[in-house]
């Protein structure tokens, strides 16, 4: 029997993939078939079949993916299969249920503004679906098998797909399509890079200061923040001493800033922004003693 707190974790994943693909979906019907606007992958794919034998973009796309599908749990294997087969039915099932109310898109005066739209929704919609540790399937199952068979890289391999996308969907579109495709693909990738770093994103603060011993101290009463102290040596007086180091919140940073500054003036700080943290007190709850 599945405890609570797992059927809890497993609801929420669900959603969230659900979420996620609708929104993608919602950015294929909404913004790009209304404006003409082409983009990569198996979504380009589909709609430079529709536009050349008027095929539904989501009937392509649940034929495409669940053949891609089979290729990849046949070659990559069973592990694969179990984190691709929720997105391989509920991406087709949302673009079918959005193309078959009648849903009505936006027809923009400036293609651009449909680009943003279209950008922002696909790589929040990717974004939430890979948070959730799902993967998306389509185009990315042919890479995964091409780095496996004759280890091409993924992502090369996935850009030149996209590119072999882009250039096919030229045939049924005008000549600023190729542009406004690139955009596209510049814009989602760009908010889904933000997407999934969202709320991990930490502050890491290096100290070297000869009052380490206050400034340590001081930190974690001000700040409730945990720190580790660094054994080193200077370059030019190869004097030994220890060096703090601090992972913050963005917010927490003028205050730490401050608070050195007052201590020690001539303290030598290294900040650095870091994606992620894992561990006590950040992904798990802090212990006091």
């Given at each position: 029997m599945m405890d609570k707190k797992a059927a809890g974790k497993m609801a929420v994943q669900l959603t969230e993939i659900i979420v996620g693909n609708l929104m993608y979906a919602a950015a294929v019907v909404l913004f790009i078939v209304p404006n003409g606007l082409i983009t990569g992958g198996t979504t380009g794919l589909a709609?430079?079949?529709n536009r050349m034998t008027g095929l539904p973009i989501s009937v392509f796309v649940s034929a495409f993916n669940i053949t891609m599908f089979l290729l990849g749990a046949w070659i990559l294997g069973k592990q694969f299969a179990v984190t691709?087969?929720?997105?391989?039915?509920?991406y087709p099932l949302m673009l079918g249920l959005l193309e078959g109310t009648g849903t009505a898109g936006f027809v923009m005066e400036e293609r651009l503004v449909a680009v943003l739209y279209a950008g922002l929704l696909i790589g929040m919609g990717i974004g939430v679906?890979?948070?959730?540790?799902?993967?998306?399937?389509?185009?990315?199952i042919p890479a995964?098998?091409?780095?496996?068979?004759?280890?091409?890289?993924?992502?090369?391999?996935?850009?030149?797909?996209?590119?072999?996308?882009?250039?096919?969907?030229?045939?049924?579109a005008d000549s600023y399509a190729i542009l406004y495709g690139i955009l596209l693909i510049i814009v989602y990738t760009m908010v889904l890079d933000k997407v999934l770093v969202a709320g991990n994103a930490k502050i890491q603060v290096k100290i070297v200061t000869t009052r380490y011993e206050e400034i340590n101290r001081?930190?974690?009463?001000?700040?409730?923040?945990g720190t580790s102290l660094l054994h080193?040596?200077?370059?030019?007086?190869?004097r030994e001493q220890e060096m703090i180091l601090a992972v913050i919140s963005k917010r927490d940073l003028p205050r730490l800033n401050g608070l050195v500054l007052d201590e020690d003036p001539e303290a030598f700080m290294v900040i650095n922004?870091?994606?992620e943290v894992r561990g006590r007190g950040f992904t798990l709850k802090k212990v006091y003693r």
């Amino acid at each position: 029997m599945m405890d609570k707190k797992a059927a809890g974790k497993m609801a929420v994943q669900l959603t969230e993939i659900i979420v996620g693909n609708l929104m993608y979906a919602a950015a294929v019907v909404l913004f790009i078939v209304p404006n003409g606007l082409i983009t990569g992958g198996t979504t380009g794919l589909a709609l430079f079949i529709n536009r050349m034998t008027g095929l539904p973009i989501s009937v392509f796309v649940s034929a495409f993916n669940i053949t891609m599908f089979l290729l990849g749990a046949w070659i990559l294997g069973k592990q694969f299969a179990v984190t691709t087969v929720l997105s391989t039915v509920i991406y087709p099932l949302m673009l079918g249920l959005l193309e078959g109310t009648g849903t009505a898109g936006f027809v923009m005066e400036e293609r651009l503004v449909a680009v943003l739209y279209a950008g922002l929704l696909i790589g929040m919609g990717i974004g939430v679906v890979m948070r959730a540790g799902a993967s998306t399937g389509g185009m990315d199952i042919p890479a995964l098998i091409l780095k496996k068979k004759w280890n091409i890289n993924v992502s090369m391999a996935i850009y030149l797909m996209d590119c072999i996308v882009l250039a096919l969907q030229l045939l049924a579109a005008d000549s600023y399509a190729i542009l406004y495709g690139i955009l596209l693909i510049i814009v989602y990738t760009m908010v889904l890079d933000k997407v999934l770093v969202a709320g991990n994103a930490k502050i890491q603060v290096k100290i070297v200061t000869t009052r380490y011993e206050e400034i340590n101290r001081l930190i974690g009463e001000r700040l409730d923040c945990g720190t580790s102290l660094l054994h080193m040596e200077t370059g030019y007086l190869h004097r030994e001493q220890e060096m703090i180091l601090a992972v913050i919140s963005k917010r927490d940073l003028p205050r730490l800033n401050g608070l050195v500054l007052d201590e020690d003036p001539e303290a030598f700080m290294v900040i650095n922004q870091i994606n992620e943290v894992r561990g006590r007190g950040f992904t798990l709850k802090k212990v006091y003693r």
